[in-house]
């Protein structure tokens, strides 16, 4: 599958030799539409104000339960197209800076050949 390429650091679309640059994996796509889906607030799209997690609602509040928290994010990883199964989930919470750290690799399926992604995102 394509997709624009988004630059990781900078969340821009990537340009090679002044052309707009595409996904050019399986790897690079999934990884990319985790990330995207992981870090979009519900609601917080126009087209589809369904869309996204419940960040205000179940996540961005005091004592906020690690568990609970880290089930939401698994059924959105779940619920990708291209994730066949979680293999490695992690969710750790930093008080000082008030940072949720979330680790996880997703086995995908390309053309009947298994391939895991791995990702990590900072909220």
């Known amino acids: 599958?394509?997709?624009?390429?988004?630059d990781p650091l900078t969340g821009d679309l990537s340009l090679r030799k002044f052309n707009i640059r595409f996904t050019e994996s399986q790897t690079e796509w999934?990884?990319?539409k985790l990330e995207n889906k992981l870090k979009t607030i519900f609601g917080?799209?126009?087209a589809n104000q369904f869309l996204g997690i419940e960040y205000f609602q179940k996540i961005l509040k005091k004592q906020a339960n690690l568990?609970?928290?880290?089930t939401l994010f698994k059924t959105?990883?779940?619920?990708?197209q291209g994730v066949s199964k979680i293999l490695q989930f992690s969710i750790d919470y930093e008080?000082?800076?008030r940072k949720y750290i979330v680790n996880f690799e997703v086995l995908s399926v390309e053309n009947?050949?298994?391939i895991p992604?791995?990702?990590s995102i900072t909220i």
């Open 44 to 46: 917080e799209w126009f």
């Open 1 to 6: 599958m394509k997709n624009l390429f988004l």
């Open 30 to 32: 999934l990884s990319q």
């Open 67 to 70: 568990d609970e928290v880290g």
């Open 117 to 119: 992604v791995i990702g």
């Open 95 to 97: 008080r000082n800076t």
């Open 112 to 114: 009947g050949e298994e």
């Open 76 to 80: 959105q990883i779940k619920n990708t």
